[in-house]
């Protein structure tokens, strides 16, 4: 067989893991820079994907969140929720390469199917912790890409509010909806490099651009003042280093799943270097005044820096509504048997449907900031949080599966036992503290925005618009005198 045309695959050991690496043709220029455009495999590819795709709008949401919680909660909650983030994420990496190494060793091939989250339960667990996982997964990836809709029409109105919030809603659910032609997270190379630089160019014009203003006359930081706010503040970070609701997808796009493990760590701390001095900053400059305006944009004086990041910003929704997304497109397809379809517009076309509900959900609800905090404790608290680390425990319960184990934990973790122990504090603190408490402070603050908004409202926190100015008199406008004005009114009532 002539090598050079033909598809061979390298079978690679790595531990116990065997990895499964298609290499293609002969490499020309055209293949060398469509492969350094759009196919990532590497370790580099998926810290990219992590970092950009954890931090996104809620960014520009964080210092609303301070406000509710006070300057030294905010920053607490940011370094506590981002270390349980970076665990959960390493359990569910443990998770996949424990599961594709059972399967490959059944001769599985996974060349044209990608792994998702839901078939490792199914795999490890049975079908009930499959549906489970699927249901929470599957619908906090629809509200997630509804949240990217809604930031969207609310960053685009700061620099042009000709159109309200949801006509803008409107455009831009027509513009996301063109991430059907993106076949797979390997091709979010060049996207996820440039939306870690939108990101680090706006959290640092948000830094320095409050430190320049300087504190607004007046400046309250009363925060933390009322429990329903400071538990909504809290569920919002919870939300913030809850990005994982991917990891799986980005794994499965690399050559060597195994290097995940710390991956999330790393782009957890840099993503802390960008969401700490900037809500930081922001809250220092205009403090209570920030309860009413959950975008940090509204704030701040117009000017092309802060035109520049908004633009940034919609570029980098844009992607991290493909993020999202494409999950969901994956889901969708295997359900209506187009999963393994070669014809990438088939497979455009039958995703379709798939944009139309996160569209009008985004009309319905366009409550940029506490619909965060509602979907952070009523989904992200159970898919990325609660849901990993029961299936951590329950997948090596036994003494067999624990010593047959891919990856078993370093003896940093305290082996077994150290393991467990944090994922009941785990499963403990975000089931009492993120969906009990959150998600009673969250639908508390969110069925407040639907009794002042409204649903479907047209333009959600915008400023009250005032009324024209009544027309200016000038030489040639004809001014009625006393005589004529009484000549009219007999005329009213003068009966012929």
């Known amino acids: 067989m002539d090598e050079g045309r033909e598809k061979v695959v390298e079978t690679v050991l790595a531990g116990n893991y065997v990895e499964m690496e298609v290499e293609g043709k002969p490499k020309n220029v055209k293949s060398t820079i469509s492969n350094f455009f759009w196919h990532g495999g590497s370790a580099y590819d998926a810290w990219f994907s992590c970092s950009s795709n954890q931090v996104a709008q809620v960014l520009l949401t964080l210092p609303y969140s301070f406000s509710q919680l006070g300057m030294l909660s905010g920053i607490l909650f940011q370094i506590f929720y981002g270390l349980m983030g970076s665990w959960t994420a390493y359990l569910i990496s443990i998770l996949y390469v424990e599961y594709r190494t059972r399967k490959e060793r059944e001769k599985a091939d996974f060349r044209n199917h990608v792994i998702q989250w839901f078939e490792v339960l199914d795999g490890l667990l049975g079908k009930h912790w499959r549906n489970v996982g699927l249901g929470f997964n599957c619908t906090f ?15 685009i109105y700061y620099i042009n509010d000709n159109l309200d919030k949801r006509t803008w809603t409107y455009i831009f659910g027509a513009c996301c909806a063109t991430t059907v032609f993106i076949p797979s997270f390997h091709n979010y190379r060049i996207w996820s490099f440039l939306g870690l630089i939108m990101t680090t160019y706006t959290a640092w014009y948000l830094t320095i651009a409050s430190l320049l203003h300087g504190q607004v006359e007046g400046v309250k930081h009363t925060g933390p003042a009322k429990m329903v706010l400071y538990f909504t503040g809290a569920t919002n970070i919870l939300y913030t280093f809850g990005g994982h609701a991917v990891t799986v997808e980005i794994m499965h796009a690399m050559w060597k799943p195994q290097k995940f493990k710390s991956i999330y760590f790393w782009a957890t701390a840099y993503v802390l270097t960008l969401t700490l001095p900037s809500a930081s900053a922001v809250y220092w400059a205009f ?3 920030l309860l009413n305006h959950s975008n940090a944009f509204a704030l701040l004086p117009r000017s092309p820096w802060r035109n520049m990041a908004v633009i940034l910003m919609l570029i980098h929704q844009f992607i991290t509504f493909g993020f999202a997304c494409t999950p969901l497109y994956f889901v969708w397809e295997k359900a209506i048997g187009m999963h393994e379809c070669k014809s990438m517009c088939k497979r455009a076309a ?28 009523l989904l992200v608290s159970f898919t990325v949080y609660i849901i990993p680390a029961l299936a951590h425990m329950f997948t090596f319960r036994s003494a067999a599966a624990r010593e047959n184990a891919v990856e078993p934990p370093p003896k940093f973790f305290g082996r077994w036992v150290g393991t467990y122990t944090i994922n009941v504090f785990v499963v403990v603190w975000v089931f009492i503290v993120g969906f009990g408490f959150g998600g009673w402070a969250s639908m508390t603050n969110f069925i407040h925005q639907i009794d002042t908004f409204g649903l479907f409202t047209k333009c959600y926190q915008c400023p009250p618009q005032l009324p024209p100015p009544p027309p200016l008199l000038n030489a040639t406008t004809p001014i009625a005198s006393p005589t004529n004005h009484l000549q009219l009114l007999g005329s009213v009532f003068h009966k012929p």
């Open 141 to 155: 990836l629809l509200f997630g890409s509804v949240i990217q809709l809604i930031a969207c029409a609310s960053n």
């Open 287 to 289: 403090g209570d005044s």
């Open 350 to 377: 039958a995703r379709l449907p798939v944009v139309v509900p996160i569209w009008f959900l985004a009309i319905i609800f366009p409550f940029f900031g506490p619909i965060n905090s509602t979907v952070g404790s």
